[in-house]
């Protein structure tokens, strides 16, 4: 493929303003209690598919990943609002899709249409790869929300409901939750014990 006369400026351009997802913070804090990034959050959702590939042969494991990649892109700009401080009524995926139309501006018309194939199809989340990749996304938040050194007022019981239409995706999802609820119930207890 021959690349064209400023097409490099341009992907160089989104790269730098992509960068952005490296310091946006999510509402999961690390084990050393640093807030996390959602380039963190994105990196470790993919490595979830990358070792769950074998179980999900029927999966474009490929496509998978370009999903996982992009589904958060457009926190970049303008950052992430957690789950749980999400107004009654409030659009987070309009605003979200607003921001990454505006940090995909610099690309070349087929990349651009391509990464927001890919992100449409993703937030749709009707192909397997979508619903998938939707509820690893999932798995991977709640994962970290079960190791990471949270604030004393961190509220674990909100985890219990969060996203279960997506992680109910499948046997492996359901039982990857399962697992996960169990540390995110052990936590709320020891929360509850705490505070009495």
């Known amino acids: 493929m021959e690349?064209?006369?400023?097409?490099?400026?341009?992907i160089l351009e989104f790269l730098r303003s992509a960068e952005k997802l490296k310091d946006t913070l999510r509402s999961g804090y690390t084990t050393q209690g640093r807030p996390e990034s959602t380039a963190e959050h994105t990196w470790r959702l993919c490595l979830l598919a990358?070792?769950?590939?074998?179980?999900?042969?029927?999966?474009?494991h490929h496509h998978l990943l370009k999903l996982c990649l992009v589904h958060d892109l457009g926190e970049a700009l303008y950052g992430d609002t957690p789950a749980v401080h999400l107004a009654a009524g409030k659009d987070k995926q309009e605003a979200e899709r607003r921001h990454f139309l505006e940090l995909l501006a610099p690309l070349p018309p087929a990349l651009h249409a391509g990464l927001l194939a890919l992100w449409d199809?993703?937030?749709?989340?009707?192909?397997?790869?979508?619903?998938?990749?939707?509820?690893f996304d999932k798995l991977e938040t709640l994962l970290q929300h079960t190791q990471g050194r949270n604030p004393a007022d961190f509220e674990y019981t909100f985890n219990l409901t969060?996203?279960?239409?997506?992680?109910?995706?499948?046997?492996?999802?359901?039982t990857l939750r399962a697992s996960i609820?169990?540390?995110?119930?052990?936590?709320?207890?020891?929360?509850?014990?705490?505070?009495?």
């Open 121 to 135: 199809e993703y937030h749709a989340a009707v192909t397997p790869e979508a619903r998938l990749a939707k509820a």
């Open 3 to 10: 690349i064209l006369a400023g097409e490099v400026e341009q």
């Open 162 to 174: 969060y996203g279960r239409l997506y992680t109910d995706y499948d046997a492996m999802t359901q």
């Open 181 to 196: 609820d169990v540390a995110t119930r052990n936590l709320a207890n020891a929360e509850t014990r705490q505070q009495s």
């Open 50 to 60: 990358l070792l769950l590939e074998n179980w999900y042969p029927a999966v474009d």
